[in-house]
């Protein structure tokens, strides 16, 4: 049974340091396995579309993500990934931001439009996931809390949404 965990906010030290990679020996553990489940589960009464290992207060270089369906991915974004590293990144976009450990808030902030991140699934294996737009975005944003990064360090303009783009963050 996968469980709701408190998602971590504001000034956490947990937020602000490099997660510690995961031993793949790790994976097949049930708590680790466990985790995976209380990730999603927390992700989507949150509501988000990915949540990173640190938010949670666990220091490891994991995160979950689940865009939705789209044109490009028509079997569902949803995934764990282990170790994640991004490989190619290309066209840089200007878009809106928030997170769910900076509650309320968003900016803007540049990203790349299209990227390549390599890594492990839930089940150990080699994992290669190409995006664009909502997903490569939400690949960036995890791959950052895991480097102890926050959208806040890279975004100007930070403020309390207008009501349309309360609209988009909630979608996001």
Request: net charge negative; proline share 6%; charged share 30%.
């Amino acid at each position: 049974m996968a469980y709701v965990r408190p998602i971590m906010t504001g000034g956490e030290p947990v937020l602000r340091r490099v997660a510690k990679k995961v031993d793949p020996k790790e994976i097949s553990d049930p708590l680790f396995q466990q985790l995976v489940d209380d990730m999603f589960e927390t992700m989507y009464a949150a509501p988000g579309v990915g949540l990173a290992a640190p938010q949670v207060n666990v220091s490891k270089r994991l995160f979950v993500i689940d865009t939705g369906e789209d044109e490009e991915h028509p079997q569902g974004t949803k995934h764990a990934v282990i170790n994640p590293k991004i490989e190619s990144a290309k066209e840089e976009v200007e878009l809106h931001e928030g997170c769910l450990s900076v509650p309320g808030f968003i900016g803007d902030i540049v990203r790349y439009e299209r990227v390549t991140v390599t890594g492990l699934d839930r089940h150990g294996k080699k994992l290669k996931l190409e995006g664009c737009d909502l997903f490569a975005q939400a690949l960036q944003h995890e791959i950052d809390h895991l480097n102890g990064v926050l959208y806040i360090d890279k975004a100007k303009n930070i403020r309390k949404p207008a009501p349309k783009e309360e609209q988009e963050e909630e979608e996001m």
